[in-house]
């Protein structure tokens, strides 16, 4: 923990990871979403809702909540869900290429 802390500051302050991020990252989106409907049927209403707070975090996550309702996709998605170690499931390529090494944590 002692660590993460440390190379997190490090990277907060070399402007790696964006307030925003951080602030999403401890304590979810400040927006409720829960008005918004879950069409995806392989997670829950809450992963839904934490999914449009990243959106709303970061450009970075732009269209990953439409990337899990990609056929394709979604069995990628799937694999990263149930395996016991998800860093090493290459997230769909466009998320893969695009996001950060934190921003990746975000969505684990």
């Known amino acids: 923990m002692y660590s993460f802390l ?5 990277l907060r302050r070399g402007g790696d990871i964006t307030a925003d991020e951080w602030n999403v990252y401890l304590r979810g989106s ?3 979403f829960k008005d918004q409907k879950n069409e995806i049927d392989y997670i829950t209403d809450v992963t839904f ?7 709303e975090c970061h450009f970075s996550f732009k ?3 439409q990337s899990f ?7 990628i ?3 990263v869900i149930s395996s ?3 860093p090493s499931i290459p997230m769909p390529t466009v998320f ?3 996001l950060s090494a934190f921003q990746k944590l975000m969505v684990i």
């Open 96 to 98: 893969d290429d695009r």
């Open 77 to 79: 998605w799937k694999r």
């Open 6 to 10: 440390n190379a997190s500051s490090i």
């Open 30 to 32: 400040p927006t409720s």
């Open 49 to 55: 809702w934490k999914l449009l707070g990243l959106e």
């Open 63 to 65: 269209d990953i909540v």
């Open 69 to 75: 309702k990609d056929a394709n996709d979604a069995e």
């Open 84 to 86: 016991e170690d998800p």
